[in-house]
């Protein structure tokens, strides 16, 4: 990808995030994300009903790269089952890690294919995927 | 100042994290290789020549400490560093002096450090933990302090300089306060005692806890002073050898004196010899010059940065080394990873004085923390890169 245009995405996603913005509702699984390693300091919510994600939305404190992230991950996730949320946060973090991925399953989230390039913000990039395996765990605990 | 004994300088880098931790000069590292190449040995009753040099070193340093910051040797206990010191206060003293009646006053500039221990133990206790009002430049005021008394105030725990703001605090007048309403005064120094002339006597401070590496010295080690008449009674939080006198299958035991009682264990002796090296270095080039350089370049820090459009400073006029800003619109590691581009270094955070938020009303700040080797060519680098700070996602993205 060009980098000019890799810039932009997460520019326009960091300036104008979307999902950003929590509410009040019970119905939705909570997450603080508070990262010994960085700063960042983000909430995030999602709802789940038959066995689909409805919405996901956060807010917070936190720097360009997991602003921006979590712009584009809850979108990416929004509307998928929990069987391809999993598929895309294996994906997504294999890519982060440098290991095997399929970027197929990414789509807009490929923007982050170099982040390995500067190792200090691999959480930050991490962020919003660690925030939602969470939930997801709390989803089985429930079980 | 003095760049030359510093051998991480050679690399091109500008370093200002200070506050977090400083650099090293060869003369300490060089006392500590010598202590691990020609005279490894452990402390206390060892017959043989190494072991007479380390114990000499060791136990000598509590004199160079004593000189340094005017103290008695035998208040000077050896701990991991400031988080252990005040720990060893609030736990090891605080736990069988304080009760449910009584108030403790701390500020909400205090590191983490200095309040976390005191809400698990008033957790404990049921004492009650107050904040003394900070003013519009969230600095402690004298009258502030005074207005917080009351006859309940058993304890003021304070930072002399704060790692966030940097406001250098009255402790000497304080000091006065406390000794006539018999009010203990407990003082984080680790931002102050490697910057400025500390008077443990003079300033009537009863407890003071310091870190060795935030002035020059190694990580794991620091210093808590305590007036001996507390010491007497302070309670070990480490039980075990080097510390005791004896013990006997009927379950009796005495421990040792002040201060080895404290110091359970074979204690951090390479480290301890660091430190030693690191507070005769700074005598060496004087505590008042070190503060008076660190305020030049402020000063000359300050101007460039006001020059600057879009840069807020929290803490202009506060009277240490310590400059907290952001650049408007940016979180504070975007501008920390775009500084790390040009090779400098600063540091991007709450700065563990995560109850500050409530008084600034933000959170994370870029915080740059000088100290006596860094110089007016560092402070030009830095404002030429701020001032590309248009650029800063075009670089860090």
Known sequence: MDNNLRREII???????????????????????NSESCIDNLDFMMKIEDGV??????DGEACAISTSASSIMTRSLIGKKVEEVREILVNYQNMINEKDYDSEVLGELNVYDEICKQPN????????????????GELGNEK | MHREDFPMLENDIVYFDNGATTL?????VDSMDKYYLEHTSNIHRGDYDSAVITNELYDGTRDVVSHFINCDSREVIFTSGTTMSINMVVFGFMKYY????????????????????????????????????????????????????????????????????????????IGEICKKKNIILNVDGAQSVPHMKVDFK????????????????????GVLVGRYELLEKMKPLCYGGGMNNYFEDDNSYELKEIPTRFEAGTPAIAEVIGLRSAILYLE????????????????????????????????KNSNSGIIAFNVDGVFAQDTSVFLNHYKIAVRAGNHCAKELKDVIGIKNTVRVSMYLYNNKEDIDRLVEALKNNKEIFNVVL
């Open chain 2, 98 to 173: 304080l009760t449910d009646k009584d108030e403790v006053l701390l500020t909400k500039s205090e590191h983490a450090s200095n309040i976390l221990p005191w809400i698990v133990l008033a957790e404990e206790i049921g004492f009650k933990i107050k904040y003394i009002d900070l003013d519009d430049n969230y600095e402690l005021t004298l009258d502030n302090v005074k207005k917080s008394i009351t006859d309940k105030t058993k304890v003021i725990s304070i930072a002399h300089v704060t790692n966030v703001i940097g406001d250098v605090r009255d402790i000497k007048s």
């Open chain 1, 121 to 136: 913000r691999k959480n930050c990039a991490l962020l919003p995927s660690v925030a939602v395996d969470k939930m997801l």
């Open chain 1, 53 to 58: 994600v409805k919405d996901i939305r956060f």
């Open chain 2, 202 to 221: 003079d300033m009537n401070i009863d407890f003071l806890s310091f870190s060795g590496h935030k002035m020059g010295g190694p990580t794991g080690v």
């Open chain 2, 24 to 28: 090293k000069s060869k003369r300490v």
């Open chain 1, 11 to 33: 520019l326009d996603n960091y300036q104008n995030p979307d999902n950003r913005g929590l509410i009040e509702d019970d119905s939705y699984l909570k997450v603080n994300t």
């Open chain 2, 284 to 315: 060496d080039i004087g505590i008042d010059n070190i503060h008076k350089h660190e305020m030049e370049l402020k000063k000359y820090l300050v101007d460039k940065l006001e020059k600057i459009d879009n840069i807020t400073i929290y803490n």
